[in-house]
């Protein structure tokens, strides 16, 4: 079980959902993880709970800041960078009449300005080990048909799908070996997905489980981190610029009630 032994990761939102999947996971496979969240009770707790190969900072990662010392603690650390999972994101409902211009902001400030941010930084930390690396930015199917509730964060994870392809085809052309994909799951069995659809601040496990249903099937968290392991891995060396989906071929079909 060492499928990316040694690697250095550092992983967004990983306090709770798919981050702390991502995490988990990443560390049993041998990885060396910094998990970063502005949660720090759940973040502390996620580290200890992987052990020695992990540490938490905590993160907002719309500053520019933030991320510098989160780069600095993964070199610092664990000596160096081989993966980043821009995970962190955050999800207002509203059409495009309904959101407010400070919501859409606000969305776009976190999914898509916190992911070119991660870029920005995990590259030159990357080039200086010379071992390539794996940047894999969390999308969503709402960036390939779009809906039409949510339109902030459709528009965000859209730049996210874009900026993916901007960041594989720059590293290609510098030969730098770093790859960069993106992840379009649907629905994901997270607290996130579960406060918008309810309102709630908090949910039980049996309660987020609830949102899954017969007609709208939802996916685990470790669904996600299973592919997430796959793209920071050697064995995904050839994979760069992919959008990869995790929709049970949601994306295949127009969206339920069309």
Known sequence: MNRVK?????????????????????????????????????GQAA??????????????????D?????????????????????????????????CTLEDYRKVNAVNSEGVFLGCKYAIPAMEKTGRGGSIINMSSVAALHGMSFIAAYSAS????????????????????????????????????????????????REEIESLSTEANPMCEPEDIAALVVYLASDESKFVNAAEMLIDNAATATPPIGV
Not at 47 to 64: C, L, P, R
């Open 6 to 42: 040694d690697k250095v990761c550092i992983v967004t939102g990983a306090a709770s959902g798919m981050g702390r999947a991502d995490a988990v996971m990443l560390a049993s496979e041998g990885a060396k993880v910094v998990l970063t969240d502005l949660n720090e009770k759940d």
């Open 47 to 64: 580290a200890a709970e992987i052990g020695d190969n992990a540490v938490f900072v905590k993160h907002n990662v719309t500053s520019e």
């Open 66 to 98: 933030d991320w510098k010392t989160v780069i600095e603690t993964a070199v610092s650390r664990f000596g160096g960078l081989d993966v980043l999972v821009n995970n962190a994101g955050m999800m207002t409902m509203g059409s495009v009449v309904d």
């Open 157 to 204: 994870k859209g730049a996210v799908a874009a900026l993916t392809k901007s960041v594989a085809l720059h590293c290609r052309e510098k030969r730098n070996g770093i790859r960069c994909n993106s992840i379009h799951p649907d629905g994901v069995k997270t607290p996130m997905v579960f406060k918008v659809a309810t309102g709630a601040e908090s949910a039980t």
